[in-house]
């Protein structure tokens, strides 16, 4: 297990927050947690704060499908021909071809970032200079925007205007298909399994079978049973409370800001340690979106409730044929002995 450290090869490590490799451009700072050569040119992801002000130009990416979930602050943001005033929990999906961009209106605005093919994450190597700092500038030049041109997948627009002055709505419930949208905080399709409240941020429709985006939120909890995947990669960011997780050979505790990549293969489980523990996980290719669904029962309300439901695990046994899972021990039960 890597950590610290950005392995070079599809290996499962951990970056603690604050750390990964960073690059500073203008008044902004891009930390770089996955990159493609990490995630075997599954995924790549960064971790994006600035000033008051800071913007990206508006640019679409050619094969790029690109996913933006708000950490901390407040942005304005073009997508498409719509503007958006982002605020923390909102989460934009950007299909390839769309054009996008921001301008961060509240300092130490922060947002997640992570593409889904492509090579448009290399573009803050290139508009940016490697950087020990972990906060960015307040007074710097504006960065030359044409380092990036033809050697990334990106490419700046100006022929994308908004078509009002007016902040566009948020959806409260993701489009049926391969669409560009922002879903307001707290909304999506949500489930419950127990305790544990799943969002769907975006699933496969949205991304043409490339990835899912769940967010899981719950209370401290007991462990899911040790397991891994033949086919599909996931990562976990925690945003709240603390996770226990054993990935690999060791275990690992993820506190708010650190990140955790697990490739196929690697034997894996979790366990919510801290209270009002949140975390976002992106799995790719979406293939695994079936086990939620059949874990999972829809649910309305938008925090978990006191008292859990049954926990509906029997119906994940009855598919077991159909899913990329590969159970170690049982739910409930104890871990498999060390080497399992």
Not at 7 to 36: D, H, K, M
Not at 256 to 282: A, E, M
Request: proline residues 8%; glycine residues 12%; aromatic residues 12%.
């Amino acid at each position: 297990m890597h950590v610290n450290d950005l392995p070079g090869s599809r290996l499962p490590y951990n970056i603690q927050a604050g750390e990964g490799q960073r690059f500073v451009f203008g008044t902004q700072l891009a930390t770089v947690i996955a990159r493609t050569e990490d995630t075997g040119d599954l995924m790549a992801g960064c971790l994006l704060t600035g000033a008051k002000g800071s913007t990206f130009p508006v640019h679409r990416h050619t094969h790029s499908h690109e996913a933006i979930f708000v950490m901390e602050g407040s942005a304005s943001f073009v997508l498409g021909d719509e503007s958006y005033l982002l605020s923390a929990g909102d989460y934009v999906n950007i299909p390839p071809g769309t054009a996008h961009g921001y301008t961060l209106l509240i300092h130490r605005t922060k947002l997640l970032s992570f593409t889904f093919g492509g090579n448009a994450n290399d573009v803050y190597r290139e508009i940016g200079t490697s950087y020990a700092g972990t906060v960015y500038r307040e007074t710097a030049s504006e960065p030359d925007w044409s380092c990036a041109n033809g050697s990334v997948d990106i490419a700046f627009a100006t022929d994308s205007t908004p078509t009002s002055s007016e902040y566009a709505t948020k959806v409260g419930t993701a489009p049926g298909g391969l669409l560009p949208y922002v879903l307001a905080a707290g909304e999506g399709e949500r489930m419950l399994a127990g305790d544990q409240l799943y969002t769907f941020l975006g699933d496969q429709r949205q991304s043409g079978g490339t990835f899912i985006a769940v967010l899981t939120e719950g209370p401290k909890g007991t462990p899911i049973p040790r397991h891994f995947h033949e086919k599909h990669t996931e990562v976990f960011f925690c945003l709240n409370g603390s996770l226990q997780m054993f990935a690999g050979d060791r275990d690992i505790t993820l506190y708010p800001g650190d990140f955790l990549h697990v490739p196929p293969g690697t034997v894996h489980s979790f366990q919510l340690t801290g209270n009002d523990t949140r975390f976002i996980g992106f799995l790719t290719p979406g293939l695994f979106e079936p086990f939620f669904r059949y874990l999972c029962d829809p649910f309305e309300g938008h925090i978990y409730p006191l008292e859990p439901l049954p926990f509906r695990f029997d119906r994940v046994l009855q598919h077991m044929s159909e899913l990329d899972l590969k159970l170690l021990g049982r739910p409930g039960g104890p871990p498999p002995p060390a080497g399992a």
